[in-house]
């Protein structure tokens, strides 16, 4: 009895992560958009699973701040919009500036090869595959503050990557970085990491992160809605 009761509880495990997963993947590339009703009923027939596993991922969704609770039993897609993009901006670099400093400092010589070796990744990786490509930018990023040594700090800033990855998604074909050279951002501020210049490390990562932050709230309305 006990080995079925784990079975069933390892299957039910894993209908909810592959909910979860699926259901964070469209919020945050905007194919649920923001403020869009998450109805359990419409997602069973969508995702093809029972109602316990949807309210769970829903229920870890709003922990990651990407769903809202509306009533007691309702659920919605985040909003989005200018003030909130903006704390997350501010967030994030307040937190990574911490992190990557603290990486730099604790980091050792397997964490500066897997940097690289990341980084390496992210350099080869095609930007016209914006999944393959954005998952490979999220690691590079990620690595860069792994050596922290706090994973509570680590998860704030994999939670707000993702909430401000999904504003880049929001913008579609609105965003051009057409005199961005991004591929020499990133490098720079792997160069800087790799001689252990936390300073200039710190400077470029918050560069590159306020230069995107800046276009997007030139183009980003208070509604959440960006122009053309």
């Known amino acids: 009895m006990d080995a079925v009761n784990d079975t069933q509880s390892g299957s039910s495990t894993s209908e909810t992560n592959r909910v979860y997963g699926e259901l964070r993947d469209r919020i945050i590339s905007g194919r649920i958009p923001p403020g869009e009703r998450l109805k359990v009923e419409t997602l069973k027939a969508a995702l093809n699973v029972g109602a316990s596993p949807i309210r769970e991922a829903l229920s870890l969704l709003t922990s990651d701040q990407l769903v809202e609770r509306i009533d007691r039993r309702g659920f919605r897609a985040a909003k989005a919009g200018a003030d909130h993009f903006a ?122 992160y306020r230069k995107t932050g800046d276009f997007l709230s030139g183009i980003l309305k208070k509604d959440g809605s960006f122009t053309d």
């Not at 680590?154 to 707000?160: D, N, R, V």
């Not at 990491?193 to 710190?202: F, I």
């Open 87 to 208: 704390e997350i901006l501010r967030l994030r670099c307040a937190l990574e500036d911490l992190a990557l400093r603290e990486s730099i400092e604790k980091g050792d010589d397997r964490w500066e090869e897997e940097l690289v070796l990341s980084h390496h990744r992210l350099a080869r990786a095609d930007r016209t595959e914006i999944a393959g490509f954005e998952e490979k930018h999220k690691a590079f990023h990620m690595m860069l503050l792994s050596a922290c040594g706090s994973p509570i700090l680590l998860k704030f800033c994999s939670q707000l990557y993702d909430l401000n990855i999904r504003y880049r998604y929001l913008a579609k074909s609105a965003v051009s970085y057409a005199k961005r050279d991004i591929a020499k951002e990133h490098a720079e501020i792997l160069e800087a990491v790799v001689s252990r210049d936390a300073e200039t490390a710190s400077a470029r990562l918050m560069a590159h």
